[in-house]
Antibody, heavy 121, light 107 residues
Framework: QVQLVESGGGVVQPGRSLRLSCAAS????????MHWVRQAPGKGLEWVAY????????NYADSVKGRFTISRDNSKNTLYLEMSGLRGEDTAIYYC??????????????WGQGTLVTVSS | DIQLTQSPSTLSASVGDRVSITCRAS??????LAWFQQKPGKAPKLLIY???TLESGVPSRFSGSGSGTEFTLTISSLQPDDFATYYC?????????FGQGTKVEIK
């Protein structure tokens, strides 16, 4: 079955960097766009970044633009989120999510269980 | 950026009740709207996409309607498993926006 497993979260000091990974299985990873979405403790969902199936089309939320980089390795069925210049407001559970099939606007039909990032000194 | 406003923020209801949640967009998004259910400690689960299409495996008591700027999620007969937080999401482009969420509580 379709599965997404995030890893790489932890406690990090403000200003430092962290790389999250999302391992995909159960579907042809290389043909789907992918998103990162985060959720601060007790808060709602916030979209973070998008990457097209082939890595050529990227998009970021204004809150992370210039600090976060989304990438993928289709040979390893893995999505990444490189986070630098981390701030307290980046503290959240980070989910990766798979786009639905389709060439037009589509939502996300499968999400990982999330990995917690805590930015604190 | 497109903003989504959900109402109410909290909804208290009983098993068997018919409940509705509204999501308003700051500009027209056609029918590029989805609804998610999230339970504590779990990832969001897709319920409805394109405003009214039920995701595979989702019970038929869930339905969605609307287009343009106003959308509704309706649960026809609330079940114990439905007490959760619900989010609307617009996906008009390769960015997304979520509503602030509606918590459905037991009355």
């Amino acid at each position: 079955q379709v599965q997404l497993v995030e890893s790489g979260g932890g406690v990090v000091q403000p200003g430092r960097s962290l790389r999250l990974s999302c391992a995909a299985s159960g579907f042809t990873f290389s043909i789907y766009g992918m998103h990162w979405v985060r959720q601060a403790p007790g808060k709602g969902l916030e979209w973070v970044a998008y990457l097209s199936y082939d890595g050529t089309n990227k998009n970021y939320a204004d809150s992370v633009k210039g600090r976060f980089t989304i990438s993928r390795d289709n040979s390893k069925n893995t999505l990444y989120l490189e986070m630098s210049g981390l701030r307290g407001e980046d503290t959240a559970i980070y989910y990766c999510a798979k786009k639905q099939p389709g060439s037009g606007p589509v939502s996300s039909d499968c999400w990982g269980q999330g990995t917690l990032v805590t930015v604190s000194s | 950026d497109i903003q989504l406003t959900q109402s109410p923020s909290t909804l208290s209801a009983s098993v068997g009740d018919r409940v509705s949640i509204t999501c308003r967009a700051s500009q027209s998004i056609s029918t590029w709207l989805a609804w998610f259910q999230q339970k504590p400690g779990k990832a969001p689960k897709l319920l409805i996409y394109e405003a009214s299409t039920l995701e595979s495996g989702v019970p038929s008591r869930f339905s969605g309607s609307g287009s343009g700027t106003e959308f509704t999620l309706t649960i026809s007969s609330l079940q114990p498993d439905d007490f959760a937080t619900y989010y609307c999401q617009q996906y008009n482009s390769n960015s997304q926006t979520f509503g602030q969420g509606t918590k459905v509580e037991i009355k």
